[in-house]
């Protein structure tokens, strides 16, 4: 928690997440539909 993570556009609001070099996963900016759900994908992810 508290990590930076980056990510990697892959087009029509998909994004690839990594930390370091570690790849986690997708998602779909298309579906973050207000501040709640952000916050909640950045907790699973880090």
Known sequence: ???YVGVQEMGNGIWR???R???LGFFDENNLRN???AT???INLV
């Open 35 to 37: 501040k709640e759900q």
């Open 17 to 19: 997440v990594f930390y």
């Open 1 to 3: 928690m508290g990590k």
């Open 21 to 23: 070099n570690v790849f």
């Open 40 to 42: 909640r994908l950045e």
